[in-house]
Every structure is written in structure tokens, then in C-alpha cells.
């Protein structure tokens, strides 16, 4: 079975702070990894996607960016957040094959 | 990229059939449909892999229409559980995963 930690659940940050949303995939090895950000009462963008270490495809230009170090772990940073950064920020993993997706209980994150 | 759905909302009565739509306008490797409560995560429904595919999860069903790029959800019978915000997910080349701006199904008694 395919398990994923995502941590913080919850933060509040000021404008102009560093983040760091960290994402650990427990099951298939290899696996493909996303980032997706679901605005208030919106649908769920794609940011990142990664097929491997040190591989990752950004999909929207931001302040945000994403690093895999490790097979399992997948990273969200930013240096600085800007008020249109919050949001519900969920990690996904895709099975083989059918690369159904499999997400984590998400972290809320509101920049003040 | 993303998939357009239809309708933006939708109020059932229990009991009641509802159908959503997601078109794409880009040639699909699968479509996939999640359901996801409020303040929870998105949780899987079932995929499509081919043309004209259908599948079923209890009362709930899809088909897929390789050649017009759509998919639809059809829910029968409502029942309260079916209650939430409603994604399609299209991957164009196997390993990218695009969500429809997705649908918000309230059923009430």
C-alpha cells in the first residue's frame, strides 16, 4: 500500500518569509511525485512533478520551487512568499502503470 | 492543459442522477476521476484507459470518448455520501497529471 507524509499540516507565515513543505511516499520505489496547489474554493493546480532524483518539471512559473533528494522525499520551498501563495498544498504519488494518484492530507498554508 | 468541467455545481435530492462532464483539448492517455470532501484530500474514484471505456464504483460510473476527448461521471441514485467537490485528472503522456477546475455536488435529503 502506498502511504505519504506531508508536513506541516498547518502554517501561518508572514510575507517575505522562507517555507519549506516536506513530502515523504512510503510502497513502490521510483515513484512519480507531484505538487499541487488547490486555491480557496478553487481546482487543483499542478506546480511540480518529478520521475526521479534530482529530476523535477515546474509547470507554472513562481517563487516556488521543488527538490527530490532522496527516491521518497519531495520538497516545496520558496525564499520568499507572496499573499498569493497560500493555499492547500497537497503531495501526490503515482502508482506504476496506470499512475493512478494516491495524495497526502495536504498543508494549509496562510501567508499574512 | 487543464480539462474543462461541467457543471460548475450541481444540488441533488437523494435519489436524484447527476452526470459531469470534462473535456480536454489535448488527446488523452487516461482520464481519472476523485472526489474530494471538504478540507480532505482528493480520493480516487476509478480510471479509464482506453476509448469508449466505461467503468463502475458502486452507483457511480464514467465512459471516455477517446476520439472527442471527454469523459463523463455518471452518479445514480444519489445518496448524501456522494456530497463534494468532483475532479477529472487527464494525463496526456502517461506521467503528467492536469485536473479539471472540478464540481461541487451537495445532495440533501
Known amino acids: 500500500s502506498q502511504t505519504i507524509h506531508q508536513w506541516p499540516a498547518t502554517l501561518v507565515q508572514p510575507v517575505g518569509s522562507p517555507l519549506s513543505l516536506e513530502c515523504t511516499v512510503e510502497?513502490?520505489?521510483?515513484?512519480?511525485l507531484y505538487w499541487y496547489r488547490q486555491a480557496a474554493g478553487r481546482g487543483l493546480q499542478l506546480l511540480f512533478y518529478?520521475?526521479?532524483?534530482?529530476?523535477i518539471s515546474s509547470e507554472v512559473p513562481q517563487n516556488l520551487s521543488a527538490s527530490r533528494p532522496q527516491d521518497r522525499q519531495f520538497i516545496l520551498s520558496s525564499k520568499k512568499l507572496l499573499l498569493s501563495d497560500s493555499g492547500f498544498y497537497l503531495c501526490?504519488?503515482?502508482?506504476?502503470?496506470?499512475?493512478?494518484?494516491?495524495f497526502g492530507a495536504g498543508s494549509r498554508l496562510t501567508v499574512l | 492543459q487543464q480539462p474543462v468541467q461541467s457543471p460548475q455545481a450541481v444540488i441533488l435530492r437523494e435519489g436524484e442522477d447527476a452526470v459531469i462532464n470534462c473535456s480536454s483539448s489535448?488527446?488523452?492517455?487516461?482520464v481519472h476521476w476523485y472526489r474530494q470532501k471538504h478540507g480532505e484530500a482528493p480520493v480516487f474514484l476509478m480510471i479509464?484507459?482506453?476509448?469508449?471505456e466505461q467503468k463502475g464504483h458502486e452507483k457511480i460510473s464514467a465512459s471516455f470518448n477517446e476520439k472527442k476527448q471527454q469523459s463523463s461521471l455518471y452518479l445514480t441514485a444519489s445518496q448524501l455520501s456522494y456530497s463534494g467537490t468532483y475532479f477529472c485528472?487527464?494525463?496526456?503522456?502517461?506521467?503528467?497529471?492536469?485536473f479539471g477546475t472540478g464540481t461541487s455536488l451537495t445532495v440533501i435529503p
Open positions: 501526490a504519488q503515482g502508482a506504476s502503470g496506470a499512475n493512478v494518484l494516491t
Open positions: 510502497g513502490t520505489s521510483n515513484p512519480n
Open positions: 518529478s520521475v526521479g532524483i534530482g529530476q
Open positions: 489535448k488527446a488523452l492517455y487516461s
Open positions: 479509464l484507459l482506453k476509448g469508449g
Open positions: 485528472g487527464t494525463d496526456p503522456v502517461g506521467n503528467q497529471f492536469y
